[in-house]
């Protein structure tokens, strides 16, 4: 079984490999590594010890595609009487064992070295990145060693095959796919800033040398430039942020708009076009028919990289990458039922100026016509023998039980236009209103409960980058359902276990309030997002658009043409076609919507028996209001943002009703000619394929509740007016102030939020 393993003895060294370590810096942690790039299977090694040679610890880091399976390292270069690492992922987390073998057998545990994680490993959609610190470990049984002060082998395994039981760090496993080996000059691999890189801080940029050298980090310094005051300064540019810098500019206040990004549509300036759109203005982000390429693409620069899931950083934040399904709230969405306070109950006022601002289309395509609509049909099909009825869904917004209609969006003349194309452009024409973009926000600066300025990364904004607030003024953080209470942690707000990261990094820890300013509230608690689960199906009438796969780089020459010339056809839709609604009650107290969600093409087809490519269409069925599943969001000490506890059917009762739900959609499928549901495949049931299903692809990416709303700060981070208990003058009006889930996808109903609360803050006395 482990028969064609490495070598045993390895007498050669230095050049006689075809590859040697040589020094690089990770890009997404920026710590400096020496080691190599595997270039057939693309993986990255890396290792880095302190400057103490007399230290028995290291640094390492192995960046993988997702095809592979299980990763090792021989830290003698050899398999045999080695101390090994082995790792490979279960779901979204890294899976790590140390090893030794004593033949060319199934490796088994090797007790004495201590593996830890560190916070820049990661797992996303095309890799997975494992940092880990390896204590103990630089000699082993048998006499074997690294030698850190001269120059050594490493070896790597491959393999294609995953690992008998993933979840199990213990697990057996088939013989690796392949392996290799790499010189190492580890005398040149060690580097002062070691202690920061177990802090998650990259430190300050030396090289890493033999020498010891100090290290500093320093909080920004600039020119003490006389800085301009703003009565509002706004954090984040996405939907609930533009929106309130649109209404509190209307009404004469001083605004000031700071985004992390850069632009996104052409009418901003943004410039990322497709090769097929070359020279026009209609950018990857104005092309509603690309959305499925924002997935697939090779430098997909528009997502936070600081942020475990798709979140956007650029202008218009989430509205400028995602699928723009946009549903005008239902009154259940802002009832005290689904956690609002009493004084929300009546948002018809501010949802029709939402509507006034940016009416929703279900028939996106300049022509008027419905493109791509075989899935829709089929699907409408299977819902008429369930009692369903179809809607205008926009013009019958209460109807939420057993209806479907065209899917609507918020695009406008056959492009993206949301927030950005509407509330943006009548800001940005008043002189009183300031946007500033590149501009990171690390925290607020105040006085105990008094805000006196934000601080950023832009030193020409003020002294230390900090921008201060005229008499009165307020600050506004909308900086989304991760950003903001990333911001408030910085700010010495939330629990105090995520203070405490924040006091662990050397970075962050020097903008602290002093402990005794502390103010902790529920920040990151009680947080929730759909769980969404994909039916694949074929049908001879469909047309899977090749699964989206060259929309970016080679799409059908006539559909290209047609949208250049008068932004119609496929290429003026997103990819969903229809969606549909359906409630569930009984089981416990609460009443929950499912809601489905149906387009051409899958992310990912798992079956063995034969199905045609060419003819797949997805149903994507979510749970949404009433769901009673609640995650936890927080930093780790990198100050990356990401999920403590999964929101996703953390209670049994989610699960029974999706799992009903789903059971209800295919229920009479058989009565549809040729209808065949291939994930999952006829050898599975709906409630194994739950079972099985990777909680992280049950994401879907409709965070809320971060820093919920409510009426007291045991339970809420924000009050009525959307004004953080304990402080003064510090608002947030964005995804995270929703206390639940509504039944559609959510940023509709954020919008309208977004315009109640900047109604209300404008009407709350002290202010600027
Ligand atoms: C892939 C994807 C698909 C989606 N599809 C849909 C859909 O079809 N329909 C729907 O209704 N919803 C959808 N959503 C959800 C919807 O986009 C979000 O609910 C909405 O964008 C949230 O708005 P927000 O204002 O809370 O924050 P965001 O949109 O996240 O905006 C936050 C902004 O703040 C900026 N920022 C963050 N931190 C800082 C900082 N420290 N300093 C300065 N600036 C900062 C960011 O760059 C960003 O521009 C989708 C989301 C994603 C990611
Ligand atoms: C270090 O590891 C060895 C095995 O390699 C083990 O025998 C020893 O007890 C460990 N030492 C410590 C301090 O854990
Ligand atoms: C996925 O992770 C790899 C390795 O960390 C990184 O290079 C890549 O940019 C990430 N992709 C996305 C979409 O975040
Ligand atoms: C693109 O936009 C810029 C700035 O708004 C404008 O000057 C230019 O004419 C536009 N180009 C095209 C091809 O429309
Ligand atoms: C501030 O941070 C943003 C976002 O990371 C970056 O694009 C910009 O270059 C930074 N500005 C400065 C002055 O460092
Ligand atoms: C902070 O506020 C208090 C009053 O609440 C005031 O006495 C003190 O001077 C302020 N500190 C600073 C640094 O402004
Ligand atoms: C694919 O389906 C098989 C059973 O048909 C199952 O064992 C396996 O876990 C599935 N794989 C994924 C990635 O869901
Ligand atoms: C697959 O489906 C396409 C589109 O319906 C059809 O043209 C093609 O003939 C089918 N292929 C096979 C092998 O059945
Ligand atoms: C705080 O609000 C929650 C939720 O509305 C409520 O259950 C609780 O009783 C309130 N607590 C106090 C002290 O008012």
């Known amino acids: 079984m482990f028969g064609h393993l490495l070598l045993a003895l390895l007498p050669l060294v230095g050049s006689a490999f075809a590859q040697s370590g040589s020094i690089y810096t990770d890009p997404g942690n920026g710590f400096t590594f020496d080691g190599i790039t595997d270039p057939v299977y693309d993986v990255t090694y890396g290792v880095i010890f302190p400057t103490d040679t007399t230290s028995t610890e290291f640094i390492g880091e192995i960046v993988a595609p997702v095809a592979a399976q299980w990763i090792g390292v021989a830290l003698g270069g050899a398999m045999i009487d080695n101390l090994l690492l082995v790792v490979w992922t279960n779901g979204n987390t890294i899976v790590s064992s140390t090893r030794y073998a004593t033949d060319y057998i199934q490796p088994v545990p090797y007790a004495g070295p201590t593996l830890t994680t560190l916070p820049s490993s990661s797992v996303n959609s095309t890799h997975w990145k494992f940092v880990f610190r390896c204590q103990n470990c630089t000699s082993w049984l048998g006499g074997g060693s690294i030698p850190v002060s001269g120059s050594g082998v490493l070896a790597w395994a491959y393999s294609s095959i995953p690992v008998d039981d993933p979840a199990d760090p213990n697990s057996d496993f088939l013989e690796h796919t392949d392996f290799g080996f790499f010189g190492m000059n580890f005398a040149d691999a060690h580097t002062s800033n070691y202690n920061n890189y177990l802090n998650g801080n990259a430190g300050t940029s030396t090289p890493p040398t033999g020498s010891p050298t100090t290290t500093t980090t320093s909080p920004t310094t600039g020119p003490t430039t006389p800085a301009t005051p703003y009565d509002y300064v706004i954090v984040g540019a996405g939907p609930g942020g533009i929106i309130a810098a649109d209404r509190l500019s209307e009404a004469g206040k001083k605004v000031l708009l700071l985004e992390r990004g850069g632009p996104s549509t052409g009418e901003t300036g943004g410039t990322y076009t497709a090769p097929w759109a070359a020279g026009t203005n209609l950018t990857k982000f104005d092309i509603p028919g690309l959305f499925e390429s924002m997935f697939t693409d090779s430098n997909p620069w528009y997502w936070c990289k600081d942020i475990n899931f798709f979140a956007g950083c650029l202008l218009g934040g989430g509205t400028s990458v995602n699928g723009a399904l946009y549903w005008y709230p ?83 003349n056959g492009k993206r236009g949301g927030p950005v194309a509407t509330y943006l452009q009548t800001a940005n024409a008043r002189s009183n209103f300031v946007y500033k973009d590149y501009t990171m926000v690390s925290n607020i600066v105040r006085n105990g409960s008094q805000i006196t300025g934000v601080k950023t990364n832009d030193t020409s904004l003020g002294p230390n980058g900090v921008v201060p607030l005229t008499p009165n003024g307020r600050v506004i953080l909308s900086a989304g359902s991760f950003g903001s209470p990333r911001i408030l942690f910085q700010s010495g707000i939330g629990p105090t276990d995520m203070l405490q990261t924040v006091q662990g990094n050397p970075a962050a820890a020097p903008n602290l309030p002093p402990q005794s300013e502390w103010i902790n509230l529920p920040v990151g608690m009680a947080v929730s997002d759909n769980p969404s689960i994909n039916l694949v199906f074929t049908h001879p009438s469909i047309d899977a658009y090749d699964n ?4 970016w780089s080679d799409p059908r020459p006539a559909d290209a043409a047609q949208y250049l010339a ?30 489905g969600t149906v387009r051409p093409g899958a992310a990912s087809v798992n079956t063995t028996l034969p199905y045609n490519a060419s003819e797949i269409f997805t149903i994507t069925v979510y749970l949404s209001q009433g769901i009673t599943s609640r995650g936890r969001i927080g930093i780790n000490a990198g100050l990356e943002a990401t999920a403590l506890v999964n929101p996703w059917l953390t209670d049994p009762v989610d699960k029974t009703v999706l799992i009903q739900a789903l059971n209800d959609v295919v229920s009479n499928m058989n009565s549809i000619s040729g209808l065949t549901m291939i994930t999952p495949d006829s050898g599975m049931t709906i409630e194994e394929y739950v079972d099985l299903y990777d909680p992280g692809t049950m994401c879907s990416n409709h965070w809320v509740g971060s820093n919920k709303m409510g009426t007291n700060s045991s339970t809420a981070v924000v009050d009525e007016n959307a004004k953080v208990f304990n402080t003064n003058n510090l608002f947030v009006v964005d995804a995270s102030i929703i206390p639940a889930l509504p039944v559609g996808n959510p940023h509709g109903m954020l919008m309208s939020a977004a315009e109640q609360a900047v109604a209300n803050i404008l009407a709350l006395a002290g202010g600027p």
Do not use: C
């Not at 509507?355 to 279900?362: E, F, I, K, M, V």
């Not at 932004?567 to 809601?595: C, M, T």
């Open 566 to 595: 008068s932004q119609s056809g496929v290429f003026a839709g997103a990819s969903p076609k229809l969606n549909f609604w359906r409630a569930y009650s009984g089981i416990d107290a609460n009443q929950r919507w499912a809601q």
């Open 330 to 412: 239902t009154d259940s969405d802002f009832s005290t039922n689904n956690g609002w306070p009493n004084s929300w109950g009546y948002h018809q006022p501010y949802t029709s100026a939402m509507q006034a601002r940016l009416p929703s289309t279900d028939h996106p395509s300049t022509d008027g016509q419905l493109y791509l609509e075989q899935s829709a049909n089929v699907v409408m099909q299977l819902l008429n023998g369930q009692g369903y009825r179809q809607v205008t869904i926009n013009n019958d917004v209460n109807s939420k039980d057993h209806v479907y209609g065209y899917s609507a969006f918020d695009f406008l």
């Open 548 to 551: 989206w796969a060259d929309v």
